[in-house]
């Protein structure tokens, strides 16, 4: 084990039931000695973590709740009072990806749902643990945004302003603590995780392409720790990524319009919500 910053210290982190979540808990814990508490809903996955980690696994713990309720957050501070732990870590990765579809396919109440666990639950969990936070020689907070940040695409409206809304968050954030707290933003493209469940899984095609352009879970993981490590303020990864990031910022309107055209020319079934007419 290296000598690191992050080394030993107490990190809270959400949606670390599966995915990249998961993976960066894991590393945190057995590269880094941490002491994690991990945030999802699922106690069955939770278990598995646990199961998983063996010998480290005293050194994880978990707290069940939706972290798109402001007051669950609320409730888990008064958790950590009680049992005078004290974090120095946040990293808001828990999140949706809303199936791909049109902006008016969507009900109001779903795109509500949406924002409240991609961005709101950012918002609830840093106002609620900033002041603890800062109680820490070197407080941290790091949110999992999106490669849908850098550039908005058809069929990704939802997605895409939670998204947004998290990185401009953040950004003002990085700004305001800036040298009292880290804050870093994480812009993963395409990764093999369980995210694409509410996608068209009947449209083997689609799934192929998905599949072709995704980085690793464990290769994501790894790209997220060092910028973790390195206390990057913005770190974009994989080949997707690195494209939206290049096209969102040469070309912000023709951009959408050269990738509408190349999802049309593909005919995959999962873009036909958005441009079959
Ligand atoms: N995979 C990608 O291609 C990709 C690309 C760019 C950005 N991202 C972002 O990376 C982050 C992690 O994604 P992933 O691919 O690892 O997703 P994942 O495999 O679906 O895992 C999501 C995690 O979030 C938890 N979660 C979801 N909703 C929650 C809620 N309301 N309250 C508490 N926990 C909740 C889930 O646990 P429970 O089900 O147990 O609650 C799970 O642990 C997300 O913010 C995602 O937007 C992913």
Not at 197 to 218: E, F, I, P
Request: glycine residues 8%; proline residues 3%; neutral net charge.
């Amino acid at each position: 084990m290296g000598k690191d910053w992050m080394d030993n210290k107490t990190v809270i982190i959400t949606g670390a039931s599966g995915g990249m979540g998961k993976g960066v808990a894991e590393k945190l814990i057995k590269e880094h000695g941490c002491t994690v508490i991990g945030i999802a809903r699922s106690e069955e996955k939770m278990k598995k973590v646990v199961e998983e980690l063996g010998e480290y696994a005293d050194k994880f713990s978990y707290q069940l709740f939706d972290v798109a309720v402001e007051q669950n957050w609320i409730d888990f501070v008064g958790y950590l009072n009680e049992n005078n732990i004290k974090p120095d870590v946040l990293i808001n990765n828990a999140g949706i990806l809303p199936k791909f579809d049109r902006f008016q396919n969507y009900t109001v109440e779903y795109i509500k749902k949406a924002m409240d666990i991609n961005f709101y639950s950012a918002v609830y969990s840093i106002h609620a643990l900033l002041p603890i936070l800062l109680e820490s020689d070197s407080p941290a907070i790091i949110n999992i945004d999106s490669s849908a940040a850098l550039m908005t695409l058809a069929g990704t409206s939802v997605y895409s302003a939670s998204k947004a809304a998290l990185k401009s968050l953040s950004e003002a954030l990085r700004e305001e603590l800036r040298g009292k707290c880290y804050v870093g933003i994480v812009c993963p493209g395409f990764t093999k995780t369980d995210i694409f469940r509410d996608q068209d899984s009947a449209d083997a095609k689609a799934q192929k392409m998905l599949n072709m352009v995704s980085t690793s879970c464990d290769r994501m993981v790894k790209m997220i720790m060092n910028d973790i490590q390195t206390k990057k303020p913005l770190g974009v990864h994989g080949f997707d990524a690195a494209f939206m990031n290049y096209f969102g910022r040469i070309m912000p309107v023709q951009g959408g319009r050269l990738f509408s055209a190349v999802m049309k020319m593909s005919k995959l079934p999962l873009f036909d919500a958005v441009f079959k007419d």
